[in-house]
């Protein structure tokens, strides 16, 4: 792989401004080198020029005095150092100038320019990792503090009467060993009992830490959102129990790793940088044949980023605070967790996606072939079947297409570099690739598949004069079996991504009462595109609660109680995402927030129109629902465009989408818009009552419904790409993890 490619794979995606614009600079040298090839001199014929000069430098008659004193050593020596660089401190910030010596050569502008261009990425290389080292710091006096309050916690939890251990925190240089324990613990109690009593300490005695300190009320709960509502104090006073002892590591544990994280991150961003400028002066002297870069990578290895040992030594502390504190002095299980082992690809996840993928290719093969050979969807029975069976098993074919949709998203998300482990907050190491998601949604379509084979059956039985009782349970069974493996509480089929789901649904559901993260209210939006898939759950529950599923009838339409569910099942996505809104315009008091809610307040009054409509076909429900549905339908697409995926911006560089693009085909961008309009207004069948004749009106339904799905996975592409260039433009590359601790001093801070 060239450097330039794997340069650019080894960046942090949200810092990829501030890394040294190796691909402009590569571009300048080629310019030079254009120059150079133009304007040289021929090469005589018979070569006897070249080979003299061989000669002689074999010889080694041409540098026999390594002082030379003639006319020609000056030249030599221009020669040989063709820059002068030098650093100069404007206003306490130090950059760094490169002066070309050599610029009345021929072509000289262009090396100037060059020089110009690398001072330039040097400087913001330098002032870009300055500020993030200032910023480490800060963050590992904070980590200190919290450490210093978590021993003294320990400290009175386990040993009230013990001695204090003074070595620990990032700002400490070595972890010590129980017996320095005991000593330290000795002399920190002497020196207190011999210390003046009117000489004030630098640093608080170590329990008398706890009096300045107070727990941070970091979960959040339904119970905390009434307590904040009601005005209830942030922090609590400490209670020394060992519960609160071990919520208060666990909460200093992600912090440390996190933390852990960013330095790691600095020290290759430092690393890389430095690599990339020792590339492009070595690519500089071979175009120019020049001496150059040694002098240049002097003044690199001089610099800030080049030179600074802040961010290894302070990596050395953490590992030795971590390990002493958190593992039980144990390195490797402490290293385990602080470097956390990258996702390998495994060939039996690629085998069996591949396999299964095939299985529901061959399996929807033999399903059209058996419709069509038997004629199944001419016979009378096919009505009384579409009505009954198929929402049945449409259900399985939304999730699956919602999965496929999520694979695609996670495809194209890594291979235009879109951080989306970070932006959704997975921890590390526990997402899923597209490869896992495929496996999941095609070993459902497997089984669906499988089901729908085993249960076509369009004639009684002539004997029991019914339909076979367990083929016309099997959706049933499936359905729960899906809702076993979701709920199962054992470490099988990615517990962590099940769990983490399940979380966030239920989040959803008691919306507004959990704090709102992004992927709380992506996954609200996912399900407003799933409204006919929560149908089909009601439809479920009446079906083979009330229904004779044996004779394939049922009367849920006729049911005023099931009509009324219909209209509360579909509000319900949309209900959290208007609740989700009012939670962050109450706590973030961003108005864009109150605007978004009011775009889900009017899709509510569509959707709620719609649905009267669809159960009393009357003239005044169809205008109300065709009006209500235009507004709603405007509005959710002008949001779609220009809030969510930051597009039909006039005074962008690239006219109508917005000045950074991780698509370079523009055109792209453009038929995006044009189909999520269409895809927009695909409610037009509900309204206007299309019918197609070769086709069931349940058929239509779960189309329409496919299209919504189809629309949605789209819809994730761009907005999370947005999300990921808004990251990108405020370097925001980690999440912060709420501390545990809270001191006086912060508290007078806030206030």
Request: glycine residues 4%.
């Amino acid at each position: 792989m060239k450097f330039g490619k794997e340069f650019t794979a080894q960046m942090v995606p949200e810092w990829q401004e501030a890394y040294m614009d190796y691909i402009q600079l590569k571009s300048l040298l080629k310019e030079i080198q254009r120059f150079k090839q133009i304007t040289k001199p021929p090469v005589t014929p018979d070569g006897l020029k070249r080979k003299h000069t061989l000669y002689r430098a074999f010889s080694g008659l041409t540098q026999r005095n390594n002082n030379p004193t003639g006319p020609s050593s000056l030249s030599n020596d221009i020669e040989s150092h063709p820059i002068f660089v030098n650093s100069v401190n404007n206003g306490g910030s130090q950059s760094y100038q490169t002066t070309f010596l050599m610029s009345s050569d021929e072509g000289g502008e262009y090396e100037l320019d060059y020089f110009r261009r690398l001072d330039e990425e040097l400087n913001k290389v330098n002032k870009f990792y300055k500020a993030k080292v200032d910023e480490v710091m800060k963050e590992a006096a904070m980590l200190n503090k919290q450490m210093d309050a978590l021993i003294a916690f320990r400290i009175k939890v386990e040993k009230p009467e013990g001695g204090f251990d003074s070595s620990h925190g990032p700002s400490s240089d070595e972890s010590g060993d129980d017996k320095d324990d005991k000593e330290n613990e000795i002399v920190n109690q002497k020196v207190r009992e011999q210390k003046p009593k009117n000489l004030k300490a630098a640093r608080p005695a170590p329990l008398e830490i706890l009096s300045h300190v107070k727990m941070n009320n970091t979960l959040e709960t339904p119970r905390s959102t009434i307590k904040g509502l009601l005005k209830h104090p942030v922090h609590a006073e400490l209670n020394y129990t060992r519960e609160n002892l071990r919520k208060v590591e666990d909460q200093l544990k992600p912090a440390f790793v996190e933390f852990y994280q960013k330095l790691r991150l600095l020290k290759n961003y430092s690393f890389l940088n430095t690599l990339a400028f020792s590339k492009i002066m070595k690519k500089y002297d071979k175009i120019t044949s020049r001496k150059a870069s040694k002098s240049y990578m002097k003044m690199v290895d001089n610099s800030y980023f080049g030179s600074s040992e802040e961010i290894t030594k302070l990596m050395e502390r953490v590992e030795a605070t971590f390990i002493k504190h958190f593992s039980n002095s144990n390195r490797t299980d402490g290293m385990k967790i602080l470097r956390p082992q990258a996702i390998r690809e495994r060939h039996r996840i690629t085998f069996s996606t591949g396999f299964l993928a095939g299985c529901s290719v061959a399996l929807i093969l033999a399903l059209i072939l058996i419709v069509r050979a038997r004629n199944l969807m001419g016979k009378k029975e096919a009505i009384l079947y579409m009505d009954n069976v198929f929402p049945l098993y449409s259900l399985f074919g939304f999730i699956v297409l919602h999965m496929i949709t999520f694979a695609a998203n996670i495809y194209f998300w890594r291979r235009y570099r879109v951080n989306y482990s970070f932006i959704f907050g997975f921890k590390q190491g526990s997402e899923l690739g597209y490869l896992e998601v495929l496996l999941l949604s095609f070993g459902l379509a497997v089984l669906a598949l499988t089901c729908v084979l085993l249960n076509l059956d369009m004639e009684v039985d002539s004997t029991t004069k019914d339909y076979g009782t367990y083929t016309e349970l099997l959706p049933l069974i499936l359905v729960l079996l899906v809702l076993f493996i979701l709920f199962c509480p054992f470490n099988i089929m990615y517990r962590t991504s099940r769990f983490s789901f399940l979380r966030c649904v239920f989040h959803c559901i008691c919306a507004p009462l959990y704090k709102v993260t992004l992927l709380d209210f992506f996954l609200a939006d996912q399900f407003t595109s799933q409204v006919q898939a929560l149908r089909s759950l009601e439809f479920y529950i009446c079906y083979f609660g009330w229904g004779d599923f044996k004779q394939r009838l049922h009367n849920c339409e006729a049911s005023n109680v099931y009509n009324t569910f219909l209209f509360i099942v579909a509000l319900i996505p949309y209900w959290s995402r208007l609740l989700q809104c009012l939670r962050r315009l109450f706590e973030e008091k961003d108005p864009m927030q109150g605007y978004n809610g009011i775009k889900y307040f009017l899709t509510i009054v569509a959707v709620s129109l719609r649905t009267a409509y669809s159960l009393d076909k009357g003239m005044g429900w169809k205008s109300l629902a065709w009006i209500s549905s235009v507004i709603a339908a405007m509005v959710s697409t002008y949001w779609d465009l220009v809030i969510d995926w930051g597009l039909l911006q006039r005074q962008s560089k690239n006219r109508w989408l917005r000045d950074k693009l991780l698509i370079h085909n523009k055109s792209i961008y453009f038929g995006a818009m044009v189909l999520n309009v269409l895809l927009r207004f695909a409610w037009m069948q509900t309204v206007l009552g299309l019918k197609v004749s070769f086709l069931h009106t349940k058929s239509l339904v779960a189309i329409v419904a496919s299209l919504e799905i189809i629309r949605r996975g789209m819809w994730n592409f761009f907005r999370l790409e947005n999300e990921h260039l808004n990251n990108v433009g405020k370097f925001r590359a980690f999440k912060s993890v709420p501390l545990p601790f809270n001191y006086d001093e912060d508290e007078d801070k806030d206030e």
